[in-house]
């Protein structure tokens, strides 16, 4: 009896009968809550439905689970972790695997991108970057440099400094004026130049001339930091033009403006490299990580800090904090187990170059799926892909979302979606028949809406 009454409690753990209490972030709460695209365990390449149903994952979880899922060494870092020390506050205080992890991730960084500051998350990263410029300023004495430059499409997570930053329009307009004084990059997308793009596109490096503009507008001696990902993710997985990063950070070295790369996506070998600044020659002052630091494993962010920034804070009295900022779980036991096992995945199975040696055939397979119904642009980059479908008659994003529902309960994939943009990119131990299985079905797919 007590057997079966495990198996029924299990059971019920693994069929909710409430859907109603939980609500789903980002999500079409209404329609999920009707058919919902329900999984309860993930191996490798794979998640898997309550009823056992293989889903192949096109999108590494969330941008995040780069190594696959359930690596046997994670899992077993982070429940040895949990048994030794649970929880550790780092106010004051520190434990050995905090200095570890962050020290693993400084060298995997550029040049002196020395010192880690850790949060929870990719919105937390950006916050704190942002935070960290305005108070870097203010200690260098130049408190009047306030502003902050994104860029249209961009996306720094959903702080009230990484919406403003931002550029997603659903995810600003209903937040009011958000915070004053920040200026906007146009993107970086053409379709009438860029179409069919494998890697980055030869047009558009000048678009980042857009910030001479700015500056011109505003002063430089106002502005503090502009901040971009190297590759836009969320809105649809945008390649920086050939030059366009180098041309930013010489313009800001130009007007001593802090260049933050935002690399939550594009960190941890998406692009093929540690990180995307390595990729593309460029060092800019702050990167921000999270995702794939520990493959998505257990929350955990952060942002990695030029030795200049780091050094201005350190100069007060011994015993002043010297930045009022940080959060109740940065550097948490379980999660800094989980990244140093993960970053020894990465290493040991040479994760990073495999990427670079499979992309030119992960391109080829993802520019196979041209002239398929609808279809009006690819673009790949590293180990991700995006597909434009046209809308259909009935708006924007609805082609999109069909695609979501039916590639899950039709086909067996998980993959994302930005409007009527399918997005896929699956964590970096994929093999040629993973591919092949992503591209057949997402063909497949895409001819099912049309």
Known sequence: MAGSSALRAANDIQQPNDLDSWWLPFTANKSFKTNPRMVSRAKDMYYYTPEGKPVID??????????????????????????????????????????????RIAQLAPADLDHVFFCNSGSEAADTALKIALAYWNVKGQGQKTRLIGRERGYHGVGFGGITVGGIVNNRKFFGSLLAGADHLPHTYN???????????????????????????????????????????????????????????????????????????????????????????VVPDM??????????????????????????????????????????????????????????IYQRENLFERTRAIEARWADAMMSLKGLPNVVDIRTLGLVGAVDLAPNEHGPGKRGYAAIE??????????????????????????????????????RLIRDVA
């Open 287 to 344: 990167i921000t990580f999270a995702k794939a630091v520990n493959s998505g494993t257990v929350p955990m962010g952060g942002v990695i800090c030029r030795k200049h920034i780091y050094d201005a804070f350190m100069s007060g009295p011994d015993n002043v904090v010297e930045l009022f900022h940080g959060y109740t779980y940065s550097g948490h036991p379980l999660a800094c187990a989980a990244t140093i096992a993960t970053l020894d």
């Open 406 to 443: 039916k590639g899950f309960h039709d086909y067996g994939l998980m993959l994302r979606t930005a409007m009527d943009t399918i997005a896929v990119a699956p964590p970096l131990i994929a093999e040629d028949k993973h591919i092949d299985e992503i591209i057949d079905k997402l063909g």
């Open 58 to 103: 096109g999108t590494s979880g969330l941008w995040c689970c780069n190594a696959g899922h359930n690596r046997d060494e994670i899992v077993s870092a982070i429940q040895t972790q949990a048994q030794e020390l649970d929880f550790a506050p780092g106010f004051q205080y520190g434990h050995p695997l905090a200095f570890t992890a962050a020290s």
């Open 191 to 281: 379709r009438e130049h860029q179409a069919y793009s494998k890697g980055e596109p030869e047009w558009g490096a000048h678009l980042a001339d857009d910030l001479e503009r700015i500056v011109a507008l505003h002063d430089a001696s106002t502005i503090a930091a502009v901040i971009v990902e190297p590759m836009a993710g969320s809105t649809g997985a945008l390649p920086p033009p050939k030059g366009y990063l180098k041309r930013l950070r010489e313009i800001c070295d130009k007007h001593d403006i802090l260049l933050v790369f935002d690399e939550v996506i594009t960190g941890f070998g998406r692009l093929g490299y540690a990180f995307a600044a390595e990729r593309y020659g």
